[in-house]
């Protein structure tokens, strides 16, 4: 049991480390293009732009950041649950929070035949937990217990919050490398300042292509290990892997459902196809595995 | 020259100086906060306590017109119904607690015996109720170890040990968790 208990500490641990060394990954690509365009035009220029795309991201994502839950909520159409009708759901969550000591979430339920769940919220105090149809219907008590398990924990490790520095950050990095090409496009007739910038322009162009692409394959990458790291997370809370391992099982039998693209990276597992490296989930077969280590 | 040895020197100092001093307060902070976190939790188990000992009336009353000749078990349980709620300390009440619900866990094998009695929707509610409770309090004690752990962990490494002593802190025990007893249930007919 000692050794068990080590093992899903550490995977929170290693996820935890990892998310944050790829945050740094793309500061670091969001400094680069900041010296690349300054030495390819006035650095005034740089100070400018950044300001534009600082504001504007930070008031797009705030804005959606601050509502995630309500939003969230409302383009699946959930409806809050009964605490008489719905008593499992209810005794489940309130169990896990005695374990973990946070707050009781409000709790909803979205009408879908297949087996998934999302949590969202910007803290536990302000947070919600969803679950689809399908899950109170086809998942016995342990297995729903080990899905709320893994949604409460993304609430425990503020996931949410995380997630979104990340977006404005790729939001960041899209604006600037947008402006800046733009900005040379316009630029191409004013031959005065090629002769100083010339290799670092080329640099900047390159940069400004790749980085929207990178960063967010960082993002991707970022939300693959948080969704590792709630598994684990999870276990710490219900002592045992084996719920939320059979209910990943069933999952895996689960059609497509129809969300938009702004939701699913919140799901369980995730709710449309993609290909692989632009997969906000990992693999359900690797999940499982990793959860049976523990 | 010995001028700048000197300058760096003493910014050397003051950093660690105010490094020390900073350790001086996280240390009882955290000690306070996690001590904090134990009496939160213990109140917690309190509380999961006080509700199943709330349901038993309700139970005794829609057990005892089925189950007519059972008189010891139902009085094994209103009595430690009574012990738990006249218990002082936590330690008494989670001894207290673990034999009423030991008392009720016998309550519900006897009355698989009486299928009329396992029909009634009241019954069936406590049942429910009572289960979920049992889940609510293990999972209370199972946080209250964690806080234990956590602060045993903080007072009894180094440098920790050196503040706790300091300040006063001693290491704290973990509450029992009882293995679920399996052992025959006698039925008196």
């Given at each position: 049991m000692e050794q068990a208990r080590l093992s899903f500490y550490d995977e929170i641990r290693k996820?935890?480390?990892?998310?944050?060394?790829?945050?740094?990954?793309?500061?670091?690509?969001?400094?680069?293009?900041g010296y690349a365009i300054s030495y390819a035009f006035d650095p005034s220029y740089l100070f400018f732009i950044l300001v534009i795309s600082i504001i504007i991201s930070i008031l797009y994502v705030w804005i959606g950041y601050y509502n995630s839950a309500s939003i969230s909520l409302s383009s699946v159409n959930a409806k809050p649950a009964n605490p008489?009708?719905?008593?499992?759901?209810?005794?489940?969550?309130?169990?896990?929070?005695?374990?973990?000591?946070?707050?009781?979430?409000?709790?909803?339920?979205?009408?879908?035949?297949q087996i998934n769940a999302f949590a969202s919220g910007r803290d536990p105090k302000n947070a919600v937990v969803c679950l689809t149809t399908g899950?109170?219907?086809?998942?016995?008590?342990?297995?729903?217990?080990?899905?709320?398990?893994?949604?409460?924990?993304?609430?425990?490790?503020?996931?949410?919050?995380?997630?979104?520095?990340?977006?404005?950050?790729?939001?960041?990095?899209?604006?600037?490398?947008?402006?800046?090409?733009?900005?040379?496009w316009m630029q191409s007739n004013n031959s005065d300042d090629n002769k100083?910038?010339?290799?670092?322009?080329?640099?900047?162009?390159?940069?400004?292509?790749?980085?929207?692409?990178?960063?967010?394959?960082?993002?991707?990458?970022?939300?693959?290990?948080?969704?590792?790291?709630a598994d684990a997370s999870g276990v710490r809370f219900t002592r045992t892997p084996t719920g939320l391992i059979n209910a990943l099982t069933?999952?895996?039998?689960?059609?497509?459902?129809?969300?938009?693209?702004?939701?699913?990276?919140?799901?369980?597992?995730?709710?449309?196809?993609?290909?692989?490296?632009?997969?906000?989930?990992?693999?359900?077969?690797?999940?499982?595995?990793?959860l049976r280590k523990m | 020259m010995i001028?700048?040895?000197?300058?760096?020197?003493?910014?050397?100092?003051?950093?660690?100086?105010?490094?020390?001093?900073?350790?001086?307060?996280?240390?009882y902070n955290r000690f306070v906060s996690l001590t904090n976190q134990i009496e939160n939790s213990l109140s917690?188990?309190?509380?999961?306590?006080?509700?199943?000992?709330?349901?038993?009336?309700?139970?005794?009353?829609?057990?005892?017109?089925?189950?007519?000749?059972?008189?010891?078990?139902?009085?094994?349980?209103?009595?430690?119904?009574?012990?738990?709620?006249?218990?002082?300390?936590?330690?008494?009440?989670?001894?207290?607690?673990?034999k009423l619900q030991d008392a009720i866990g016998r309550l519900f094998a006897i009355a698989e015996n009486y299928p009329n009695l396992k029909a009634n929707e009241n019954f069936l509610q406590l049942q429910q109720e009572l289960s979920a409770i049992e889940d609510k309090i293990a999972y209370s004690r199972q946080y209250y170890n964690d806080g234990i752990m956590s602060y045993n962990n903080s007072t009894t490494t180094v440098p920790g040990m050196w503040f706790a002593s300091l300040y006063g802190f001693q290491k704290k025990d973990y509450l029992h968790i009882p293995d679920k007893q399996r052992e025959p249930v006698k039925v008196e007919f």
């Open positions: 996820n935890k480390i990892y998310s944050v060394l790829l945050m740094f990954v793309v500061f670091i690509i969001l400094i680069a293009i008489r009708e719905n008593r499992m759901f209810y005794d489940l969550v309130e169990g896990l929070t005695l374990a973990s000591g946070l707050p009781m979430p409000k709790l909803y339920i979205m009408n879908n035949p899950a109170l219907e086809k998942l016995n008590k342990q297995e729903l217990e080990g899905v709320l398990s893994h949604e409460l924990s993304h609430i425990a490790n503020y996931d949410i919050r995380f997630m979104t520095l990340a977006a404005v950050l790729v939001g960041m990095i899209a604006i600037i490398s947008e402006m800046f090409l733009r900005s040379l100083n910038g010339g290799i670092f322009l080329i640099i900047g162009i390159v940069l400004a292509i790749l980085a929207p692409i990178l960063v967010q394959l960082v993002q991707l990458a970022i939300s693959r290990k948080r969704e590792f790291a069933k999952i895996k039998s689960n059609s497509e459902m129809k969300v938009s693209g702004a939701v699913s990276p919140l799901f369980l597992a995730k709710p449309n196809r993609a290909m692989n490296l632009f997969e906000t989930h990992p693999p359900i077969e690797v999940r499982i595995e990793r | 001028y700048i040895i000197m300058t760096v020197f003493l910014w050397v100092l003051g950093g660690v100086v105010v490094i020390i001093a900073l350790a001086f307060f996280s240390y917690q188990i309190d509380v999961q306590l006080k509700k199943r000992a709330d349901l038993v009336p309700n139970l005794v009353s829609s057990v005892k017109g089925y189950m007519k000749h059972e008189k010891s078990i139902i009085d094994s349980v209103t009595d430690a119904r009574k012990a738990l709620v006249g218990a002082k300390d936590i330690s008494g009440k989670v001894r207290a607690g673990d």
